[in-house]
């Protein structure tokens, strides 16, 4: 049920995105290690171990962002940090973690789903996400 709620909100989100453009066309995108600094550094910590200078502020400690994959049985579960990224949280959500739907908006790429649909999604979004994916211990 989580799952299909997720695919809904972000195929609305690409239907109302407009157009969208494959990897490689449009102005340089940012990548994702400079997204992280600037948007979630402040509370996960320059390392995404969730020891940022918010921290000490927030309702609830920031997770560790490198164990992500770990808490997940040792697979990444892209689509999941995607919605949450997005600021889909899902049923029982609580906690300071803002949404990012609108995070540097401008091109859209399209984002295939681990079951295979294909969603246009801000590329700032996907950028994160594969940093995260590689960030994993």
């Known amino acids: 049920m989580r799952f299909e709620m997720l695919i809904s909100s972000l195929l609305a989100f690409g239907l109302l995105a407009g157009c969208t453009e494959e ?3 449009g102005s340089p995108p940012k990548s994702g290690a400079t997204l992280f600094a600037q948007n979630c550094a402040i509370c996960h910590g320059a390392n995404a171990r969730g020891a940022g200078a918010a921290a000490v502020n927030l309702e609830q ?3 560790d962002l490198t164990l ?3 808490r997940n049985g ?3 579960p892209s689509d999941d940090v995607l919605a949450k990224i997005h600021g889909y949280g899902g049923p029982g959500h609580f906690g300071d973690m803002p949404d990012f739907a609108d995070i540097d908006t401008g091109e859209n790429v399209m984002w295939e789903t681990q079951n295979g649909q294909k969603i ?3 590329r700032a979004l996907v950028a994160l996400v ?3 994916e590689g ?3």
Do not use: K, M
Request: hydrophobic share 50%.
């Open 23 to 25: 990897i490689g066309f």
């Open 61 to 63: 400690v920031p997770p």
């Open 68 to 70: 992500i994959a770990e």
């Open 74 to 76: 040792g697979l990444f």
């Open 120 to 122: 246009a999604t801000p």
């Open 130 to 132: 594969r940093y995260l």
């Open 135 to 137: 960030l994993q211990r």
